[in-house]
Antibody
Framework: QVQLVESGGGVVQPGRSLRLSCAVS????????MHWVRQAPGKGLEWVAV????????YHADSVKGRFTISRDNSKNTLYLQMNSLRVEDTAVYYCGRDGSVGAADYYFDNWGQGTLVAVSS | EIVLTQSPATLSLSPGERATLSCRAS??????LTWYQQKPGQAPRLLIY???NRATGIPARFSGSGSGTDFTLTISSLEPEDFAVYYC??????????FGPGTKVDIK
């Protein structure tokens, strides 16, 4: 069955960096765009970034643009989120999500990982 | 940015009752409206995409309707496992996709 497993979260000081990973299995990774979505404690959902199935196209939310970078390694069936210059307001559970359509991104999420918590605090 | 407003914020109902959740967009999102369910400590789960299409494995008691700026998620008869938070999301204005603030359905 489809599985997405995030890792790499933790406690980090403001201004530092962290890289999240999402290892997937149970489907053909190279067929799907992939996303990161985050959820601050007790708050709603916020889309963070998307990467096309082949890695050629990427978009990031304005709130993270220039600080976060989404990438993927199709040979390892793994999605990444490099987070630099972290801020207190980046504290959230970060979920990876599979796009709902095969091929081009359709910007909804049909499978989610369990999430990894990133806490930015001095 | 398209702003989604969900109402009510909290819906208190009993098992077996009908739940009607609303999502309103600040401008037309055509039919590109998605619904998710989230239970405490869990990831969201896709329920409905493109207004009215149930995702794989979603029971028929969940249905979606609407178009343009006004959308509704209906749960025809609440089961105990349906008490959760429900989020709507628009993908019309990609990549600037947005979520609503959520409606909590709790047990009366």
């Amino acid at each position: 069955q489809v599985q997405l497993v995030e890792s790499g979260g933790g406690v980090v000081q403001p201004g530092r960096s962290l890289r999240l990973s999402c290892a997937v299995s149970g489907f053909t990774f190279t067929n799907y765009a992939m996303h990161w979505v985050r959820q601050a404690p007790g708050k709603g959902l916020e889309w963070v970034a998307v990467i096309s199935y082949n890695g050629n196209n990427k978009y990031h939310a304005d709130s993270v643009k220039g600080r976060f970078t989404i990438s993927r390694d199709n040979s390892k069936n793994t999605l990444y989120l490099q987070m630099n210059s972290l801020r207190v307001e980046d504290t959230a559970v970060y979920y990876c999500g599979r796009d709902g359509s095969v091929g081009a991104a359709d910007y909804y999420f049909d499978n989610w990982g369990q999430g990894t918590l990133v806490a930015v605090s001095s | 940015e398209i702003v989604l407003t969900q109402s009510p914020a909290t819906l208190s109902l009993s098992p077996g009752e009908r739940a009607t959740l609303s999502c309103r967009a600040s401008q037309s999102v055509r039919s590109y409206l998605t619904w998710y369910q989230q239970k405490p400590g869990q990831a969201p789960r896709l329920l409905i995409y493109d207004t009215s299409n149930r995702a794989t494995g979603i029971p028929a008691r969940f249905s979606g309707s609407g178009s343009g700026t006004d959308f509704t998620l209906t749960i025809s008869s609440l089961e105990p496992e349906d008490f959760a938070v429900y989020y709507c999301q628009q993908r019309s204005d990609w990549p600037r996709i947005t979520f609503g603030p959520g409606t909590k359905v709790d047990i009366k």
